[in-house]
């Protein structure tokens, strides 16, 4: 009896002593990738719109994540932000001919539509980002910030590129699951998104008087393809 006694305790003993180890080892694993969509809003600066989030629409795609480490990301986005506004409610005026003879006849047009985007961006994390802090002193709620290049397809059939510039927060609800808040601006180059160009017949070449977009989206995405505890060790 002794003896089963001593046999039970060394082997909850030897238990007790690898599940720590397991446990530690799985918190320390970093994963390659994160996939998951987002949905939010959109609008634009255009000729039809010069209010912050005025005619704000609904924004959503998909997103992929690169991890580089828990500092850096680069983020892939396609997502589709509406569009939409009318000459009914610019406070200026926009003649029938901005290039043509004279005329104080009125503009008349209204749009409803979007855009297609799609982006990469490189993502800068304030603080190290990890579902357990341990002795690298990762957070599970952090700030980042983010800059890249982009397409833009409009249905006014309008393409140009784009600079996305923005900032997010994001939060690890578990250990492979992420929740996030990103704010995106998109600088184009082209003054059709909205299918009205130059209406005061004044153009500009840059990214002066031209469209751009704004989406603010609520992201959620789940970690792949886990990293080699090991390699990383080594």
């Not at 609008?43 to 629409?57: C, I, R």
């Not at 500009?204 to 992201?219: A, E, I, P």
């Amino acid at each position: 009896m002794t003896r089963w006694r001593t046999s039970t305790l060394c082997l909850l003993a030897a238990c007790l002593g690898v599940i720590p180890l397991r446990v530690a080892a799985q918190e320390d694993v970093q994963y390659r990738m994160e996939l998951g969509g987002g949905l939010g809003g959109g609008f634009a600066l255009t000729d039809l719109n010069s209010k912050f989030y005025g005619n704000t629409t609904l924004a959503g795609g998909a997103v992929v994540r690169f991890l580089l480490n828990p500092r850096m990301a680069i983020k892939t986005n396609l997502v589709y932000s509406g569009i939409k506004g009318t000459t009914a409610d610019v406070s200026g005026f926009y003649p029938v001919t901005p290039e043509g003879p004279a005329s104080t006849d009125r503009l008349n047009y209204s749009f409803d539509g979007g855009v297609y985007d799609l982006s990469a961006t490189y993502e800068l994390n304030f603080l190290p980002y990890g579902f357990t802090r341990g002795y690298e002193g990762y957070c599970r709620f952090v700030p980042y910030f983010q800059v890249g290049f982009g397409l833009t397809y409009a249905t006014s059939h309008a393409f140009s590129v784009n600079l996305p510039v923005g900032i997010g927060l994001k939060y690890k609800l578990a250990r492979r699951l992420n929740v996030g808040l990103d704010w995106l601006v998109h600088f184009t180059v082209s003054d059709k998104l909205d299918g009205l160009e130059a209406p005061t017949g004044i153009r500009s070449s840059g990214f002066r008087n031209k469209d751009h977009y704004f989406t603010t989206l609520v992201t959620l995405t789940y970690d792949i393809f886990p990293r080699c505890v090991d390699c990383n060790k080594g």
